[in-house]
T-cell receptor
Framework: DTGVSQNPRHKITKRGQNVTFRCDPISEHNRLYWYRQTLGQGPEFLTYFQNEAQLEKSRLLSDRFSAERPKGSFSTLEIQRTEQGDSAMYLC??????????FGPGTRLTVL | DQQVKQNSPSLSVQEGRISILNCDYTNSMFDYFLWYKKYPAEGPTFLISISSIKDKNEDGRFTVFLNKSAKHLSLHIVPSQPGDSAVYFCAAKGPQGASYGKLTFGQGTILTVHP
């Protein structure tokens, strides 16, 4: 059990650029979640995958955000035309059961 | 609207004493509650959970109490150790999205345990 991994751990980009983050869940975990955490706040739900199907998206996920999990294993989160307000920690979690979520270390995005 | 609230941004206790972290929620449809611990540069780590049909759950030094009528839960750590120093998040499952495990988090409480 190697845990949930996320890459990159840190990303600095200029406003208007596109960025992509990757999440590798724990092997055989069919549930995968993305959350966003800003300074002084708890994580906020963004989206949920069961296997390769994206079953829920928060209204926080604007049209500039897209997430995929093409083969039901790793997932990517892309932000197009980044804005300074997108600066946050992006957390991925995976689980087998509905009451368990194991979190990765997160990707810290800074938009200049 | 903040459906899960942790009103104490920080808490400082002496090693060996009890730490009590509090959490309030507004939606009575939440059916499952969890506490996570987070160290800097790491993701949240699950600590302990409680179903809404119970009022207490214990795991070693950690006990979670749920008062449904008051919509309040608390995490007790006894005895507190310096290694417990971290940010503690309260989370609730649901109400929307309970079927797939969507979590709603509080803002977190920074616990510092002094030797």
């Amino acid at each position: 059990d190697t845990g949930v991994s996320q890459n990159p751990r840190h990303k600095i980009t200029k406003r208007g650029q596109n960025v992509t983050f990757r999440c590798d869940p724990i092997s055989e975990h069919n549930r995968l979640y993305w959350y966003r955490q800003t300074l002084g706040q708890g994580p906020e739900f963004l989206t949920y995958f069961q296997n390769e199907a994206q079953l829920e998206k928060s209204r926080l996920l604007s049209d500039r955000f897209s997430a995929e999990r093409p083969k039901g294993s790793f997932s990517t989160l892309e932000i197009q035309r980044t804005e300074q307000g997108d600066s946050a920690m992006y957390l991925c979690a995976s689980g087998r059961e509905v009451d368990e979520q194991f979190f990765g270390p997160g990707t810290r995005l800074t938009v200049l | 609207d903040q459906q899960v609230k942790q009103n104490s941004p920080s808490l400082s206790v002496q090693e060996g004493r009890i730490s009590i972290l509090n959490c309030d929620y507004t939606n009575s449809m939440f059916d499952y509650f969890l506490w996570y611990k987070k160290y800097p540069a790491e993701g949240p780590t699950f600590l302990i959970s409680i179903s809404s049909i119970k009022d207490k759950n214990e795991d070693g030094r950690f006990t979670v109490f749920l008062n449904k009528s008051a919509k309040h839960l608390s995490l007790h750590i006894v005895p507190s150790q310096p290694g417990d120093s971290a940010v503690y998040f309260c989370a609730a499952k649901g109400p929307q999205g309970a079927s797939y495990g969507k979590l709603t988090f509080g803002q977190g409480t920074i616990l510092t345990v002094h030797p």
